[in-house]
Each structure stands twice: as structure tokens, then as C-alpha cells.
T-cell receptor, first 112, second 114 residues
Framework: AQSVTQPDIHITVSEGASLELRCNYS??????LFWYVQSPGQGLQLLLK??????LVQGIKGFEAEFKRSQSSFNLRKPSVHWSDAAEYFC??????????FGAGTTVTVRA | SQTIHQWPATLVQPVGSPLSLECTVE??????LYWYRQAAGRGLQLLFY??????ISSEVPQNLSASRPQDRQFILSSKKLLLSDSGFYLC?????????????FGEGSWLTVV
């Protein structure tokens, strides 16, 4: 079965600085990969997804992620963080059945 | 466009009381439907999924049950709540038989069992 690891539980970044969130997955074939964002007390919103093709994926809110098969990683990046980016971020992997497996999440705090 | 609604948004229930959380999807037909639970400081745990009316798959043994009485309605229930049932419950849907199809989430329901 597929699994996802987000090594960083909490990241603090200054407004305007760059952000990178790490995601590693375990799956024998090429998975479907997703990043979701969750604001406090709300549901999850899809930021971006990778199915195939170009390994650099652009998403909403200025985020991008890069699929690296050799490293089994799908890290999320944003060049310049805004205060509104403070939230919890989840990486997820799908393996062709009905279900997604989610990582434990990374909480991002943005300081002024 | 498609929308997903779940209610109630917040619920405080005593131990041993019943539970019913409802979820409906609009703007699509025959969706796959999901219930996830998010406990404090933890990731999302898939509780149930359904690929059609009356078809429920349970991912983990627990004190909860799910039902799908209509195509776009998914209900999470319990006969007697436990303290450990507290958490944030998310309903979700997607199309097709492939999890490559994006899952869309509702706004969530906060359940506190006291």
C-alpha cells in the first residue's frame, strides 16, 4: 500500500521569504500526487496535483511542486510567502484505487 | 458546478449519545463519497468510502457506521459516542474509479464528545 511522509511538523517563515515543504511517498509505480491546504477549522482545498508529464506542476496561490522519481519526493514551494499562507498543508498520494493516503501535515506559521 | 455540503458544522455531544452527520453533493451524479476523520495534531484517516447507493466500505474498525441512502447523500452515524470519537470529520467526493481524480472536501464538522 502507498504511504506518505511529511518530515516537517511545523515550519516558521518570514513574510516575503521562500517556502519549501517536503513530501516523500512510498509506492512501487508512478503515483498520483496532490497537495492540499487547510485553513483553521475549514475543509481542505486542492493546491495542485501531478498525474503525468511535466514534473514541475503549477498550482493556485503561486505554489508549485516538483515530482522527483529518483527521490520519491513531491516538494511544494512558493518563492515569496504572504501572511495568508499560514495554514496546514497536506501531501497525498493515490495509487489507482478509490482512496488517497495523506501525510500527517505541516503547519506553516508566517511571521511579519 | 459541483458543491458539497456537510452539517452540522459544530457538535457537542455527551458520551453514549447518538451521532448523525450528513453530507450531500450537488451538481454531479454517482460520485464516490468519503468520510475522513482528522484528530488533533494528526493527519487524515479514511473512515468509509462509497462507490454507489448502499455500497459502503469501512477502512478501520470503530464505533461509527456510514450509510448512503441516496446517490448524493452520505451519512456518518454512531449509536453510542465515545470520548475518542472527538475530532474533525470531513466529507469528500470525487468522480470515477481512479483515485487520480481529485477529491473535493466539505467544510468539515467539529465533534466534541464530553
Amino acid at each position: 500500500a502507498q504511504s506518505v511522509t511529511q518530515p516537517d511538523i511545523h515550519i516558521t517563515v518570514s513574510e516575503g521569504a521562500s517556502l519549501e515543504l517536503r513530501c516523500n511517498y512510498s509506492y512501487g509505480a508512478t503515483p498520483y500526487l496532490f497537495w492540499y491546504v487547510q485553513s483553521p477549522g475549514q475543509g481542505l482545498q486542492l493546491l495542485l496535483k501531478y498525474f503525468s508529464g511535466d514534473t514541475l506542476v503549477q498550482g493556485i496561490k503561486g505554489f508549485e511542486a516538483e515530482f522527483k522519481r529518483s527521490q520519491s519526493s513531491f516538494n511544494l514551494r512558493k518563492p515569496s510567502v504572504h501572511w495568508s499562507d499560514a495554514a496546514e498543508y497536506f501531501c497525498a498520494v493515490g495509487a489507482g484505487d478509490y482512496k488517497l493516503s495523506f501525510g500527517a501535515g505541516t503547519t506553516v506559521t508566517v511571521r511579519a | 458546478s459541483q458543491t458539497i455540503h456537510q452539517w452540522p458544522a459544530t457538535l457537542v455531544q455527551p458520551v453514549g449519545s447518538p451521532l448523525s452527520l450528513e453530507c450531500t453533493v450537488e451538481g454531479t451524479s454517482n460520485p464516490n463519497l468519503y468520510w475522513y476523520r482528522q484528530a488533533a495534531g494528526r493527519g487524515l484517516q479514511l473512515l468509509f468510502y462509497s462507490v454507489g447507493i448502499g455500497q459502503i466500505s469501512s477502512e478501520v474498525p470503530q464505533n461509527l457506521s456510514a450509510s448512503r441512502p441516496q446517490d448524493r447523500q452520505f451519512i456518518l452515524s454512531s449509536k453510542k459516542l465515545l470520548l475518542s470519537d472527538s475530532g474533525f470529520y470531513l466529507c469528500a467526493w470525487n468522480r470515477g474509479i481512479d483515485s487520480g481524480n481529485t477529491i473535493y472536501f466539505g467544510e468539515g464538522s467539529w465533534l466534541t464528545v464530553v
